[in-house]
C-alpha cells in the first residue's frame, strides 16, 4: 500500500518547532547555571533568560510591562484570574473559563458583550472559530495565545491589563508560557517557594524552553511584517470557497467578521465533528473538532452552542486551521476528499 502524504491543518492545537526556536534551544543546553545563582555560570543563565524575556516583550509590544514565565497559557490564566471574582463568556478557553463566571452574554456572530472590563477575561481570538474581539479599554485578562504571532497586535495598547501567551502556538517549545502584567500590577503566586520570576512563580525557570520561546516570537513577528500570514490567509480563502462550491448545506463559521488568518470551522449536517476527524486522518489530514484540550471528549462545542447553534449542530463541526507551507493544491486536495467522503455519507442515509 502506497504510503499516504500527510497534510498538517490543526496549527491551532499545536505549531511545528520553528528551526530558530529548536537552534536557541540547543544552545542553552549548553549554559551550566542556574539563573538564580550570582556567579559567573548563574549570571550567563540570568543573560539568556532576560534575552528571551526582551525578546517576547518586544514581539507582543509590551515593553516596560512584566513578562512571567510559566509553565503555558493555562497556568498563565490561573495565575491571572485566581481569586479574582472575574465573569467570562462561553465562548473562553476551558483555561479562563475554570476561573470565571461565564455571565457574559455572546451573540450570534461569537462577539462578547462586555458588562465591567475590569472584572471580565475575554479572549482576543477564538480557537475553534477564529472570531476576533474587539477589546474595551481597561479588560482585566485577555487569553491572546492564537493571536500571537498571527495578527499584527501590541499588548501596551491593547487596554487590557494581563495578558496570557503559549510558545508553542507560534513555534516555540510545548511546556512554557508567560503571563504579561501591566506595569505597575501584581498578582499573588500560585506556586509559592523560592523568589524567582519578581516573586509571582516560583521554582527554577525552564532555561531552554525560554529560550526557544524568545527565538520564536522573534521570528513569528519577522513572518507577520513580511506578509506571511496574509499568504496564509489566501490559502484558507481558497479552502473556504472550494467547500462551499461543493454545495452541500455546510455553515462556514464566522466568515462574516472579523477572524484569525487561518481559521476556518465548518458545520456539515448529519456529519458528527469526530467521525470527520477520523475519516480525514485516514485519508492523511490531521484536522479536528474544536480546541485541542477539549477535543478527546466526545461532545458537542460549547462555543458554538454559546452562538446559537443547538447541540446537534455543535457537535457537527470541524476546526482547519492552516499555516505557513500549507499551499493551495493541499486544500483543494483536501475539499475534494472531503467532499467525496461527505457525499458517499449522505446518499447512505437519503
Not at 65 to 91: H, N, P, Q
Not at 171 to 184: N, S, T
Not at 218 to 244: C, F, K, P, T
Amino acid at each position: 500500500m502506497a504510503r499516504v502524504s500527510r497534510v498538517y491543518l490543526d496549527w491551532n492545537a499545536t505549531t511545528p518547532l520553528r528551526p530558530e526556536a529548536k537552534a536557541a534551544m540547543i544552545a542553552a543546553m549548553e549554559v551550566v547555571g542556574n539563573p538564580s545563582s550570582v556567579h559567573a555560570e548563574g549570571r550567563a543563565a540570568k543573560a539568556l533568560r532576560e534575552k528571551a524575556r526582551g525578546q517576547i516583550a518586544a514581539a507582543l509590544g509590551a515593553e516596560g510591562a512584566d513578562v512571567v514565565f510559566t509553565s503555558g497559557a493555562t497556568e498563565a490564566a490561573g495565575l491571572a484570574c485566581a481569586g479574582r471574582g472575574m465573569v467570562c463568556a462561553e465562548v473562553e478557553h476551558d483555561a479562563v473559563r475554570a476561573w470565571c463566571a461565564p455571565d457574559l452574554a455572546v451573540d450570534a456572530a461569537g462577539r462578547v458583550a462586555v458588562v465591567d472590563p475590569g472584572q471580565s477575561a475575554v479572549q482576543l481570538a477564538n480557537s475553534e472559530t477564529g472570531i476576533v474581539q474587539d477589546l474595551p479599554a481597561g479588560i482585566a485578562v485577555s487569553d491572546l495565545t492564537q493571536a500571537f504571532g498571527k495578527l499584527p497586535i501590541a499588548f501596551n495598547w491593547l487596554g487590557c491589563q494581563m495578558g496570557l501567551v503559549s510558545a508553542h502556538k507560534l513555534g516555540g517549545p510545548k511546556g512554557i508560557g508567560a503571563l504579561v502584567l501591566r506595569q505597575g500590577l501584581d498578582v499573588a503566586p500560585q506556586i509559592r517557594g523560592g523568589g524567582q520570576e519578581m516573586g509571582r512563580r516560583a521554582g527554577t525557570e525552564n532555561l531552554i524552553g525560554i529560550a526557544g520561546f524568545g527565538a520564536a516570537a522573534e521570528a513569528a513577528m519577522r513572518d507577520l511584517a513580511n506578509g506571511v500570514w496574509d499568504e496564509v490567509a489566501e490559502v484558507r480563502n481558497i479552502l473556504d470557497s472550494a467547500l462551499s462550491a461543493l454545495g452541500f448545506n455546510t455553515i462556514s463559521v464566522g466568515n462574516d467578521v472579523t477572524r484569525l488568518p487561518n481559521t476556518l470551522c465548518l458545520i456539515a449536517p448529519g456529519w458528527k465533528g469526530e467521525t470527520q476527524v477520523m475519516a480525514m486522518d485516514l485519508a492523511g489530514f490531521a484536522i479536528s473538532a474544536g480546541s485541542a484540550c477539549s477535543s478527546g471528549k466526545v461532545k458537542a462545542s460549547r462555543v458554538l452552542q454559546a452562538m446559537g447553534h443547538d447541540a446537534v449542530r455543535a457537535g457537527q463541526a470541524i476546526r482547519l486551521s492552516l499555516g505557513p507551507g500549507v499551499t493551495r493544491e493541499e486544500v483543494l486536495r483536501f475539499a475534494e476528499v472531503w467532499g467525496r467522503d461527505y457525499a458517499r455519507l449522505l446518499a447512505r442515509v437519503a
